[in-house]
């Protein structure tokens, strides 16, 4: 197979949630109830073993630690370890920024348009519970379903706020430890595969989409910006689930532009060989993950990290 989207769909990824278990005893409890782990060199082998296969098979991810790869149409919402909340059902590619934002235990972090908490919670497991990550979002409705997320995972870090982040003052002494930002704005949602909006029909749906992406970049620019200028902060995680290039490098090129004496872009991941589209200068330091190229959904993650220089000034 060439990719997810000519197989049909995308592999069932599984996040151990480290809060409540580890690695180890997830493998551990499905290979005691019938699941072969399996070792293929690369995903694509992975899809292609398991496709005629009649046995249950799993492999760990290969770049990220704490993910374990299920062939897709995988059910597991009934299992009692998603139940419990021991393991999540993610995307892959949606557990890229937690990853890239690498917070260290005990960090006080900002995800600043969190509901209903992925991100949250997958930083909240990689920081062992420990440290503060204060959790905003303008939806009410989202944010009651992340508080159910958070007890569920035992998440016991986060502490939400219902409100525009954009009316969060970055002087506000309760943030003046925050090091860490996820901004991961609403977004057109064109990257996610059971929704893919590419055929558009006539003229009036193409202007009226070419208005909501410009709308949109308007939005997730000024999120992103106002992360930029939390003080204290040394890296900001800008992520979203489309694949337009208005929402991910264009806005990526004009935040550097507006703070670009005070930032500049890394690489994460530098075994991660989909990057950015090259449309400026360090533009493919930037991460693209694609249902073809990567058997996720699509998605975009860049880094952002304070300079050098900046840091000296503020200590
Ligand atoms: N990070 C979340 C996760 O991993 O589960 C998904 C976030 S979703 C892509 C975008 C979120 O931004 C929505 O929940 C939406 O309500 C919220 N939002 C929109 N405008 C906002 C604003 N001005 N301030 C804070 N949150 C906002």
């Not at 949602?189 to 208005?211: C, P, Q, T």
Request: overall charge positive; glycine content about 4%.
């Amino acid at each position: 197979p060439k990719g997810a989207l000519e197989t049909g769909s995308i592999p069932r990824y599984v996040r151990i949630n480290r809060i409540k278990t580890s690695m180890k005893a997830v493998i551990q409890d499905f290979k005691q109830n019938d699941y072969q782990l399996v070792e293929p060199q690369n995903i694509s082998s992975f899809v292609t073993q398991s496709k005629n296969s009649v046995d249950k098979k799993f492999m760990c991810d290969k770049h990220l630690s704490d993910v374990l790869v299920f062939p897709a149409g995988t059910d597991l919402h009934d299992h009692p370890l998603y139940v419990s909340g021991h393991i999540l059902l993610q995307d892959k590619a949606s557990c890229l920024p937690a990853h890239v934002l690498a917070a260290p235990s005990g960090s006080h972090v900002i995800d600043a348009c969190a509901a209903p908490g992925n991100k949250s919670s997958h930083v909240a497991s990689l920081m062992n519970n420990k440290g503060k990550i204060f959790a905003f979002d303008s939806d009410s409705k989202r944010l009651t379903v992340m508080q159910k997320l958070m007890k569920k995972a035992s998440v016991e870090c986060v502490t939400t706020r219902n409100c525009s982040f954009l009316e969060v003052d970055p002087l506000d002494v309760k943030y003046s430890n925050v090091q860490y930002i996820v901004v991961d704005p609403s977004c057109s949602g064109s990257g996610i595969v059971s929704r893919m909006d590419n055929f558009i029909d006539d003229a009036e749906d193409k202007r009226k989409k070419e208005k909501r992406l410009e709308s949109l970049a308007k939005f997730q620019l000024s999120v992103l910006n106002h992360a930029l200028s939390f003080p204290f902060v040394k890296r900001v995680v800008y992520s979203t689930c489309s694949i337009h290039q208005q929402e991910n490098e264009d806005v990526v090129e004009a935040a550097l532009k507006a703070n670009g004496d005070r930032y500049t872009l890394d690489r994460p991941l530098p075994s991660w060989t989909h990057r950015g589209m090259a449309v400026f200068p360090g533009a493919e330091k930037c991460i693209r993950a694609s249902p073809d190229q990567d058997y996720t959904n699509g998605f975009f993650v860049a880094l952002f990290v304070k300079k050098e220089s900046e840091m000296e000034q503020k200590r």
